[in-house]
């Protein structure tokens, strides 16, 4: 009996140590004081001050801040490098949806439809924390049109729709994904769940600071998917159009307090038509606007002719820049490059690879911005893509399997190709120029 008493004891002190560390882990978190970004007179605004960034994509951030399944002495690490050289803006998959199976994201954060993984829950709390205590802000995005994080076809395939044709499988096509994924804007029950999810994060409560998302100034904007896009036909416009009004309408409604984006590549995620891009987005709830950039994707640049087609690919970028920013200001908004990638010198994987053309790339976007602020005009910020950290990868094997470091790179794609390395000191140095130069004409 003594010794059962002894364990109890011994239990009992435990779980009480742990509980004070838990209350004053959250009294730290709760005592930093982090201004709301809004928007007034098509800019944001921060502590009543025009706010212009150069932020990251950080998807991966709920996956590896997860305590059983990630790695939180990376994540430690990645946050206090990103803010080292002024990122303060990180670009968050919430969670992926479905098995994880070829060329997706894994674990998922919703494995089956309405049932949640925990841990996962957990990494998003603790990254929304750790951020807090850094003043960072979230810009979370709650759907993918792609099939890499499961997505709108997830939510098909879990409402009778069939096997989803997974473009990365030989016997599938990509018109043929993308004929299957519209389906998702006018089928009632998968908008259903997908609403129920909203309501399930939108509505939650941190564990780690006990601040509901709702009055948590961490959060910047949610964003409604990754790349939602008008597929294949413009007669897809109205049922695309009725589902994004709804859904921006939706979250506005459950959090009057953040802003609302629609993650948009530009007019890419609509046939290259900017007034079907104009068109969608003059909901007033949406508050921003915003556009991608992908100048290999888009066969602006040439591996075999490197140098030449960097430079082609600035003029090109400008150009796109200036289409969309026209936009912005005909709806008065502000506008994000949220999205932009650059391969290292003949798209090698390896990270003794030269990054030159890469930084050429990178510092060209920093000038538009940089003198976007001196002039005070439409364009506020930007998220390149992406922030990769302390991630080891395979340069040889370079496909991503289960188990492996997330990188920015997702999994369909080659690991380390777009991404920002903690070791590519060249890139975080043009970045942390280009966000103190943002910070002392603010100041």
């Known amino acids: 009996m003594m010794k059962i008493n002894k364990f109890i004891l011994f239990i009992s002190t435990i779980v009480l140590f742990s509980a004070c560390k838990s209350a004053q882990y959250r009294k730290a978190v709760r005592s930093v004081d982090i201004d709301q970004i809004r928007v007034q007179d098509s800019q944001f605004i921060k502590d009543g001050k025009p706010y212009y960034f150069v932020g990251a994509n950080y998807w991966y951030g709920p996956l590896i801040a997860a305590k059983n399944s990630g790695d939180r002495d990376r994540l430690i690490k990645e946050l206090d490098l990103m803010k080292e050289v002024g990122i303060d803006n990180l670009r968050i998959l919430v969670g992926a949806e479905g098995d994880g199976g070829d060329s997706k994201v894994y674990p998922t954060l919703q494995p089956e439809q309405g049932v949640y993984n925990k841990d996962l829950l957990d990494g998003l709390?603790?990254?929304?924390?750790?951020?807090?205590?850094?003043?960072?802000?979230?810009?979370?995005?709650?759907?993918?049109?792609?099939?890499?994080?499961?997505?709108?076809?997830?939510?098909?395939?879990?409402?009778?729709?069939?096997?989803?044709?997974?473009?990365?499988?030989?016997?599938?096509?990509?018109?043929?994904?993308?004929?299957?994924?519209?389906?998702?804007?006018?089928?009632?029950?998968?908008?259903?769940?997908?609403?129920n999810h909203l309501k399930f994060i939108i509505g939650r409560t941190n564990k780690y600071s006990g601040i509901k998302y709702v009055n948590d100034n961490t959060i910047m904007s949610w964003q409604v998917a990754n790349e939602p896009r008008v597929l294949m036909t413009p007669n897809h416009e109205k049922a695309f159009a009725s589902w994004l009004n709804e859904t921006v309408d939706l979250i506005k409604s459950l959090d009057p307090n953040h802003l609302v984006s629609t993650g948009a590549e530009g007019k890419a995620s609509y046939l290259d038509d900017i007034k079907m891009y104009e068109r969608l987005h003059s909901n007033k709830n949406i508050d921003y606007l915003t556009m991608h950039m992908w100048p290999k994707n888009w066969s602006w640049y040439d591996i075999n002719n490197e140098k030449q087609t960097t430079q082609e690919s600035i003029v090109k970028a400008y150009e796109y820049m200036d289409e969309h920013i026209e936009i912005a200001k005909k709806l008065n908004k502000p506008i994000v490059v949220s999205e932009f990638g650059f391969p290292r010198e003949k798209e090698s994987l390896s990270l003794e690879a030269s990054i030159e053309n890469r930084n050429i790339f990178y510092n060209a976007i920093f000038v538009r911005i940089t003198e976007s602020h001196t002039k005070q005009e439409i364009l506020a910020g930007l998220n390149f893509w992406g922030f990769a950290g302390f991630a080891k990868t395979n340069p040889e094997k370079g496909k991503w399997q289960h188990g492996d470091d997330f990188t920015a790179d997702p999994p369909q794609e080659p690991q380390g190709l777009n991404s920002v390395f903690a070791t590519d000191s060249s890139t975080l140095e043009l970045i942390k120029t280009a966000n103190k130069a943002l910070v002392n004409q603010s100041n």
């Not at 599938?172 to 029950?189: G, V």
């Open 125 to 195: 709390d603790f990254l929304m924390a750790e951020m807090r205590k850094r003043q960072m802000y979230a810009v979370l995005y709650l759907n993918n049109n792609w099939i890499w994080s499961g997505g709108m076809s997830e939510y098909l395939k879990w409402n009778g729709y069939g096997e989803v044709p997974n473009p990365f499988l030989e016997q599938y096509s990509w018109d043929e994904y993308m004929n299957y994924t519209k389906q998702f804007h006018s089928c009632k029950p998968c908008k259903e769940a997908y609403y």
